[in-house]
């Protein structure tokens, strides 16, 4: 199967169409068309973020074909539940910004040949030929390589990335969502659902590669009293709710409150950021 098929098949599966999945993606339709016949080759960017709105890893997209794209490629040597390891090429000059991925997600990269600047855009480390560095994958991250330079890139997934809070079933639609919906009408914030298919859509309802959430648009949280900083932090992120942040918001609910703060201080939502340091 082509790396068009696989998305077609994927799209199709979790009930997107062309403009759906171009949208969430923030990619072109006419560009997503030509991915899906196999006219065109994406760049290394535009894979991850339509593999993240379908909520699979990279490395289930691209299999064992190289991917090309300013100068850098990408092949996928090894992918299980928790790790994907790729070999990646960059010319000299090259350089290459990743999105951050899974939280608590890390990245080990040895280098092959050559040396590259990588790690946190904000402070990238210094990597020549026989390193191996590390470094937290959840945040946007950099490989700028000064050299012609081979990489191996490892990308290790959290054991816990799913939570006994969520709701697991096999198609998500009216039926169930209205199942779902009364209890976040009955006073739950947030239901993170993990759906085989998806076929529904409502008002309060956001999709992203985190999963399904059901939200309460009438949510309300009290930050008065005297509270400890986890506490704290946990009640901001609720009362600061952006539906950009909705896996933040779940995450402080249901008490994975570093994740979720790791989450926020990584967005550009300055005044939640502002709140969160009120009590530190």
């Known amino acids: 199967m082509t790396l068009g098929d696989k998305i077609k098949f994927l799209r199709e599966n979790k009930g997107l169409n062309l403009s759906e999945l171009a949208k969430k993606a923030g990619v072109a339709k006419s560009t997503l068309f030509k991915i899906e016949e196999n006219k065109t080759n994406p760049t290394i960017n535009t894979i991850w973020a339509i593999a993240d709105v379908l909520g699979v890893a990279f490395g289930e997209l691209v299999g064992e074909g190289e991917i090309k794209s ?25 350089e290459y910004i990743a999105k951050p991925h899974f939280p608590g997600s890390k990245e080990k990269i040895y280098v092959l040949k050559g040396g590259v600047m990588a790690g946190s855009i904000d402070n990238p480390e210094k990597a020549e030929e026989g390193d191996l560095i590390e470094f937290g994958a959840d945040k946007t991250h950099i490989y700028k390589a000064a050299v012609k330079s081979t990489l191996i890139v ?27 919906n009364g209890l976040v009408s009955s ?53 600061h709710f952006r539906k950009e942040l909705v896996y933040a918001a779940y995450l402080a609910l249901i008490g994975e409150v570093e994740a ?21």
């Open 260 to 280: 979720a703060k790791a989450l926020v201080l990584n967005s550009e939502f300055t005044d939640i950021k502002k709140a969160l340091n009120g009590k530190n």
């Open 154 to 180: 490892t990308i290790f997934y959290p054991e816990k990335r799913y939570f006994k809070e969520d709701v697991f079933i096999d198609v998500f639609d009216e039926k169930e969502y209205k199942r779902l």
């Open 187 to 239: 006073g739950v914030a947030i239901i993170r659902v993990i759906a085989k298919e998806d076929k529904y859509d409502a008002g309060n309802v956001i999709k992203n590669e985190n999963g399904i959430f059901i939200f309460n648009k009438n949510m309300k949280t009290d930050v008065s009293g005297t509270l400890s900083i986890r506490e704290y932090e946990r009640k901001v992120i609720l009362k």
């Open 70 to 94: 300013d100068g850098v490629s990408v092949v996928l040597i090894e992918k299980t539940d928790r790790f994907e390891s790729y070999k990646m090429t960059l010319k000299e000059g090259a």
